[in-house]
């Protein structure tokens, strides 16, 4: 039975809240998994649509959302749901019972999922209204004692960490002298192109908030906050004009404060979630605010959450005290650290354009050694994991190079992973990582390239994480009868990407073999191919096999460590093709049995057909230049033809200059 909007809000002018309870139960579920309203008329357009595309195999652009699609008969519909929004807006402000302020709060919840009827939700005292039911508090602290208290908290934080980190000085500086892990700017957020995961995708349901409620876990009073935050958040993500309208109310001060209480009291946290979602949604949609967080000390405070929620403890300078026999991490402790990763990602974005002072480079190499922990969490879920993980290395790849040196200056007591005396548990993790995301296959240049640059930078910087991934990604070659982009390895993985179709997965997979061949020409052909290699060696003018000057600005980092070649290589080495890196089987010789005027003429033909598909644009042939790049044939032949001429005129004139004038008079002549 369709729930009657219209005695919906008769009941709520009414005031009758009984009446108005037992009919939203009935319209919440009715609609608790319903996000559109319009099914009929979506399937009506999509049906349209898909005969169109039948008809003229012409398909226009989609809209963003299913929601958009509109139409003459769903307008009183649509009224309606407003005219209750508005009823409910309106009844909400009052003294409700817990009960009845949670079924209206639910509707609410319901209704903002629908971007045609938020009409009435993006008005200010609307925003007001949800955002006092939510435990916020726009206006602002009336007790000065408690906004000194709280900054006075930041600050013995801020002092703290600058004296862990004035402790371990002498240790941070050997690690600096020995180890440094940076990232590439082929990170996603740079070479591909303005993509910064601030592209927001609809939410997955929270299954375990659903699970606490309805055990009874949460008090009505905490059910109703976090039912208005539920609120906020799909009217935030769902209207441009609720962001601007939240902007203008000082909402994101309000939450900040809000949630630094609950940071620095020092009590268990607890339905903090949507606050940290509703964060993170301002700050990814507000740029803005991004930059406020960021001068509110936005990453301090966060980085302390992040503490408070994992329970860590310090030793000496930036070192954490590990417990290898916790039990995982909780689903709630999980979602609330990714909300908190995902803000700080958000504000931290550009570091890695800054140089940081010392000030922030201490906080930074606090937060990396947080994130150092969080990358070897065991989590209740493989998918939380996995997407914690993901977090946690978007921010690594944004931190500053030079503040990334605590992820290898860990013990080596308890390490699982090692090499050269050197804890390699954070490297063997990203390699896991990379690993995954390789076998997934999914959104490439979202999910993939933030790992492969910081393994690339790592590599590059560090002589021992270079040896350790190039033992697991380039192990000594043994079989060479397949070609290297055939292999099933994860060698064989990386060199497919190099022919991707995206030049940022293809680029940062290419950058980070190479790194690890020492970015050597003929190691790299060796191991990828010619065929493959190509790319990356025109785009560095390579093609010669000669490296620029420009290009051997890392030669410092790489020691003078021989490439070792197995039995079976050294074997079979003089048969491998070099273009496709693999023995090939022996081809009979094509121009056997013919004259050398044969062979002359059936050069002269394939120049021909060469020509002829050049000047009818088909194909235009290159050649390797002397700076090792390509460049039209014809071009480089009338240059070189042109070379030849001023030399020639040159000698001429040289040969003049050299003789009597009485001679050079008459050679004139």
Request: proline share 3%; hydrophobic share 35%.
């Amino acid at each position: 039975m369709v729930p009657n909007v219209e005695k919906i809000i008769q009941s709520i002018s009414l005031g009758d809240q009984d009446a108005v309870q037992l009919l939203l139960g009935n319209y919440n579920t009715q609609y608790a998994e319903c996000f559109f309203f319009n099914t009929e008329a979506q399937e009506r357009k999509k049906q349209q649509q898909l005969e169109e595309f039948r008809k003229n195999k012409i398909r226009d652009c989609a809209s963003n959302s299913d929601s958009d699609i509109d139409s003459d008969d769903e307008r009183p519909n649509l009224l309606l749901r407003e005219g209750l929004a508005a009823a409910l807006l309106g009844f909400v402000g009052g003294q409700l019972q817990p009960a009845v302020l949670r079924a209206c709060l639910h509707t609410l919840r319901i209704l903002s999922r629908d971007r045609r009827a938020l009409g009435p939700m993006v008005t200010d005292s609307a925003l007001l209204t949800l955002t006092h039911l939510g435990g916020i508090n726009l206006r602002q602290p009336s007790q000065q004692q408690d906004k000194t208290k709280i900054q006075d908290q930041c600050d013995r934080t801020q002092t703290e960490i600058h004296g862990k980190e004035a402790s371990g000085c002498q240790g941070a500086v050997d690690s600096d002298q020995r180890c440094t892990v940076s990232f590439s700017e082929c990170h996603s957020f740079n070479r591909r192109g303005n993509v910064g995961h601030l592209v927001l995708a609809p939410g997955k349901k929270d299954a375990w908030e659903d699970d606490s409620e309805e055990n009874g876990k949460v008090d009505d009073g905490e059910v109703c906050r976090k039912e208005a935050m539920k609120v906020l958040c799909n009217i935030i993500y769902n209207s441009p004009q609720a962001r601007e309208r939240a902007s203008s109310l000082r909402l994101l001060q309000g939450l900040w404060e809000s949630l630094k209480q609950g940071i620095w009291s020092g009590a268990p946290p607890t339905g903090q979630f949507y606050k940290l979602r509703l964060l993170f949604l301002l700050t990814a949609l507000r740029p803005e605010l991004r930059l406020q967080l960021q001068q509110e000390r936005g990453v301090l405070v966060l980085t302390s959450a992040l503490e408070q929620r994992l329970v860590l403890r310090w030793a000496d300078g930036n070192q954490l005290i590990t417990d290898n026999t916790s039990s995982p991490v909780s689903k709630e402790v999980s979602q609330d650290v990714i909300e908190i990763l995902k803000t700080i990602f958000n504000v931290a974005h550009r570091f890695y354009r800054q140089e940081p002072d010392e000030e922030e480079a201490a906080l930074y190499r606090r937060l990396a050694a947080v994130l150092h922990h969080c990358l070897l969490l065991s989590c209740d879920g493989a998918d939380t994991l996995e997407e914690l993980q993901g977090h946690t290395v978007n921010i690594l790849s944004a931190l500053p190079l030079t503040c990334l040196d605590v992820l290898l200056a860990v013990p080596v007591g308890q390490a699982s992973h090692k090499y050269e005396d050197v804890n390699m548990d954070c490297v063997h993790a990203l390699l896991l990582f990379m690993n995954r995301r390789l076998n997934r296959g999914q959104k490439l240049k979202e999910k993939l390239t933030p790992v492969l640059s910081l393994l690339t930078e790592s590599s590059r910087a560090h002589r021992e994480t270079r040896h350790y991934l190039r033992q697991k990604i380039l192990p000594p070659l043994k079989d060479v009868a397949v070609r290297p982009e055939q292999d099933s390895t994860l060698r064989g993985q990386l060199v497919r990407l190099m022919t991707h179709v995206d030049t940022d997965v293809k680029d940062c997979a290419a950058e980070l073999l190479f790194v690890l061949c020492k970015e050597n020409v003929s190691r790299f052909v060796k191991y990828t191919g010619y065929g493959n290699a190509a790319g990356l060696l025109a785009a560095r003018g390579l093609l010669n096999g000669r490296r620029n000057s420009g290009d051997g600005q890392f030669a410092s980092h790489y020691s003078s460590d021989s490439d070792s070649d197995t039995e079976e290589y050294r074997q079979a080495r003089s048969k491998i093709n070099l273009v496709t890196g693999r023995v090939e089987a022996e081809q009979p010789d094509p121009m056997e049995g013919m004259t050398e005027e044969e062979k002359e003429d059936e050069a002269c033909r394939l120049i021909c057909m060469i020509n002829r598909l050049s000047q009818d644009q088909i194909i235009q042939p290159m050649s390797v230049t002397r700076d090792g790049r390509l460049a039209p044939l014809w071009g480089h032949i009338r240059s070189c033809i042109e070379e030849k001429e001023e030399e020639e005129e040159e000698c001429e004139e040289q040969g003049l200059s050299s003789m009597p004038q009485g001679l050079k008079d008459k050679t004139m002549k």
